[in-house]
């Protein structure tokens, strides 16, 4: 885990307004359409509707999770140590003509009342956090029988290991990524836990993303593939790149 100011200063720098080309490379949202699809699923069936429920997302980036939900009548509350995420936030908001909240504030200290909200929610945050820590103070604020979810890249993959020593754009934040085996110990601070993985492979068709016919067409394949090897060896699980958890009080 790196140093809280240096991940606020580079965070600070990542989300300026002119910095659009980096932001849009490094935006996978589409690319995790089935991780997030699965989370999704599970809340729906899990509370029915979000109208009124009270969410907490804790590292906003540009805020598209937490205006999804406000979409959907739910009453949202985002934190982040980067005022230009913050601000990045609040303009998807008035674009959406939605209101939020949104505060800057250290997930290692959530100034919120106990038993408040009944999502909290973290997406590729933890690994610049004192894991640990945060989801204790998450686990505070959440109410009883409320739900929190997790999507992390996690280490357990050679070739992602390979890729974050000398390409990845994190380096020098000296990011501290979850293995399958932290998703356990966090799992038992929890009445139940849910853990599901995605990406064995996939994710190489990320290097064509330049192209979108080959890039759609390697991920669509390659997916499938992989999908069908881990039903057959689901012991491949552990190796893959990116994990869905959720978690409930």
Not at 136 to 151: R, S
Not at 187 to 214: A, E, G
Request: proline fraction near 1%; charge should be positive; glycine fraction near 4%.
């Amino acid at each position: 885990m790196g140093n809280l100011n240096t991940v606020k200063n580079y965070y600070d720098e990542f989300w300026k307004d002119n910095n659009l080309e980096k932001q849009k490379s490094s935006d996978l949202r589409d690319y995790e359409k089935e991780a997030r699809k699965f989370i999704y699923d599970f809340l729906i069936n899990y509370f029915g509707d979000f109208k009124n429920k009270k969410i907490l997302e804790i590292g906003l980036g540009e805020g598209h999770d937490l205006i999804e939900f406000a979409k959907m009548g739910a009453n949202v509350t985002g934190i982040d140590i980067s005022e230009n995420s913050l601000k990045k936030s609040r303009k998807l908001a008035l674009k959406n003509k939605l209101k939020v909240k949104l505060i800057n504030m250290d997930a290692h200290n959530l100034k919120f009342k106990k038993n408040q909200f009944d999502i909290v929610f973290i997406i590729s945050t933890l690994m610049h956090l004192d894991y640990l820590k945060a989801i204790n103070e998450c686990k505070k604020v959440m109410k009883k029988n409320g739900v929190l979810y997790l999507i992390e890249p996690i280490n357990n993959n050679l070739l992602i290991k390979f890729y974050r020593l000398f390409f990845s754009e994190f380096k020098d934040l000296k990011p501290r990524y979850l293995k399958y085996t932290d998703l356990v110990k966090i799992s038992k601070n929890f009445n139940k836990s849910y853990i599901k993985v995605f990406y064995l492979f996939s994710f190489l068709s990320l290097v064509f993303r330049n192209n979108s016919f080959i890039y759609y067409k390697l991920s669509k394949n390659f997916k499938l593939i992989e999908e069908n090897i881990l039903k057959i060896m689901p012991s491949l699980e552990r190796n893959c790149w990116l994990s869905v958890s959720i978690h409930l009080k």
